[in-house]
């Protein structure tokens, strides 16, 4: 089963989300059934809140419910195909036009032009799917999240005491980290002084975590093999107690630790190729939009003679082209802004939630497999006659046998005093 819990903490870009329920809604048949019609479909997965005659897919995001802190969502595999970007009326009433499948909407409000000189905020843009086939759901999934909590939490270390001051240390006799003058109140006598104590001073800031199995006992050690921490109870009677897992090399907690973010890094600089070739070709596409807005703006600089004729005409080919463009460039940047969250959310995790979650890292870097293509080229139109919008006129160089060939070459060997049916007897042998 893949962590789903890592994976909500990864899009939020969250240290406090809690997965309380998971239930596997997927079915064999249908999941063959989808992998086959869509094998040469571009698919993603993604959460949504409820399927529907029009199921909204937030982009590189979480469905969330306002005021609330428990949510919850629907995991799906969704065949995206060809997306065009609209307005959120226009999703809302008509299906994708031919030749798309898809649309891509900004869930705040309705942009009618290029966004490439945007920043834009990818969370604010959703996929829209009215086509339920395209849609193979997999998990239905229960959380806590709590944006303000989350806020807070950033980079800070509360006195699970006093939940007011800065934490110094932790007690694993009382597993709670404390402030200083907490630190003094509940080691003040000679029988609390004999517990053991880290500063974070000495050894970091890590946060100390219990063992999933043994939720009672802290993790004393890493497997590096299973990428799982173990504690006491785990070594001495429990899963890796005996063959094979009691073979397997174990690192002390704390080394853990420093070796995974350690790990992290190295990771980082694999994905850091990918990223600056999709950037690359993230320019060029720019390029390409440029060039196309500039002859959009010499063809209307051409019509303004004709302007009440044809205007309605190159409005509506323009809003088509900048729907396709909106939505490659929010392709793009949906896969750069997964890049970088690729980069930068595992190294900004407390290194006890590293540990917990260090597989997930492993397998998401593993199966890391992002297109870096970017070979969208805008549609380009020139005037014809009386200032028509048409594709440009490409020609075709004629190639093989024409009459008119034939014809040019009987006079150029009859100038040359050379017997035409001679030479046409000749061709054939």
């Known amino acids: 089963m893949q962590d789903i819990e890592y994976l909500l903490k990864f899009t939020l870009d969250s240290a406090t989300l809690k997965l309380d329920k998971i239930n596997d809604i997927s079915n064999s048949v249908a999941m063959a059934t989808f992998r086959k019609k869509f094998a040469d479909v571009k698919t993603i997965k993604a959460f949504t809140r409820e399927i529907g005659k029009a199921t909204y897919f937030p982009i590189f995001n979480v469905p969330l419910e306002k005021g609330k802190t428990v949510h919850r969502a629907k995991y799906c595999e969704i065949a995206i195909g060809e997306s065009v970007f609209v307005s959120k009326e226009y999703a809302k009433i008509l299906s994708p036009p031919d030749h798309f499948d898809s649309f891509i909407i900004n869930e705040d409000e309705d942009l009618n032009d290029v966004l490439v000189d945007n920043d834009i905020?990818?969370?604010?843009?959703?996929?829209?799917?009215?086509?339920?086939?395209?849609?193979?759901?997999?998990?239905?999934?229960?959380?806590?999240?709590?944006?303000?909590?989350?806020?807070?939490?950033?980079?800070?270390?509360i006195c699970e005491r006093c939940k007011v001051n800065q934490s110094i240390s932790f007690c694993p006799s009382e597993r709670a980290n404390f402030c200083e003058k907490c630190d003094e109140d509940v080691h003040v006598d000679e029988f609390h002084k004999r517990h053991d104590r880290y500063y974070f001073n000495q050894v970091g800031k890590k946060r100390f975590i219990y063992c999933?199995?043994?939720?009672?006992?802290?993790?004393?050690?890493?497997?590096?093999?299973?990428?799982?921490?173990?504690?006491?109870?785990?070594?001495?009677?429990?899963?890796?107690?005996?063959?094979?897992?009691?073979?397997?090399?174990?690192?002390?907690?704390?080394?853990?630790?420093?070796?995974?973010?350690?790990?992290?890094?190295?990771?980082?600089?694999?994905?850091?190729?990918?990223?600056?070739?999709?950037?690359?070709?993230?320019?060029?596409?720019?390029?390409?939009?440029?060039?196309?807005?500039?002859?959009?703006?010499?063809?209307?600089?051409?019509?303004?003679?004709?302007?009440?004729?044809?205007?309605?005409?190159?409005?509506?080919?323009?809003?088509?082209?900048?729907?396709?463009?909106?939505?490659?460039?929010?392709?793009?940047?949906?896969?750069?802004?997964?890049?970088?969250?690729?980069?930068?959310?595992?190294?900004?995790?407390?290194?006890?939630?590293?540990?917990?979650?260090?597989?997930?890292?492993?397998?998401?870097?593993?199966?890391?497999?992002?297109?870096?293509?970017?070979?969208?080229?805008?549609?380009?139109?020139?005037?014809?006659?009386?200032?028509?919008?048409?594709?440009?006129?490409v020609l075709t160089p004629r190639q093989g046998?024409?009459?008119r060939m034939e014809k040019s070459t009987n006079l150029y060997l009859g100038t040359r005093g050379t017997p035409v049916s001679k030479t046409r007897d000749a061709k054939f042998y």
């Open 401 to 403: 046998y024409s009459p």
């Open 121 to 157: 905020d990818i969370k604010q843009y959703s996929y829209v799917i009215k086509d339920q086939s395209r849609i193979l759901p997999l998990y239905d999934v229960e959380f806590e999240y709590d944006e303000e909590l989350e806020r807070k939490s950033k980079g800070v270390f």
């Open 212 to 393: 999933k199995i043994h939720p009672t006992t802290m993790v004393d050690y890493y497997c590096d093999d299973c990428m799982l921490p173990v504690c006491s109870k785990c070594k001495i009677n429990g899963n890796h107690s005996e063959p094979p897992f009691s073979s397997h090399p174990l690192i002390k907690y704390l080394e853990a630790c420093d070796k995974l973010q350690d790990l992290v890094k190295v990771s980082h600089s694999e994905i850091q190729p990918i990223k600056e070739q999709l950037e690359g070709n993230a320019v060029e596409f720019k390029e390409r939009v440029y060039s196309f807005k500039e002859k959009i703006n010499e063809m209307r600089n051409k019509i303004e003679n004709e302007y009440k004729l044809i205007m309605n005409s190159l409005k509506t080919f323009e809003s088509e082209q900048i729907q396709i463009i909106n939505a490659h460039y929010i392709d793009v940047v949906r896969r750069d802004t997964y890049l970088s969250r690729l980069q930068t959310y595992p190294e900004s995790l407390e290194s006890s939630q590293l540990v917990r979650t260090f597989r997930s890292v492993m397998t998401q870097f593993n199966d890391l497999n992002i297109s870096t293509s970017v070979d969208h080229k805008p549609k380009e139109v020139e005037l014809k006659g009386r200032l028509t919008l048409g594709e440009p006129l």
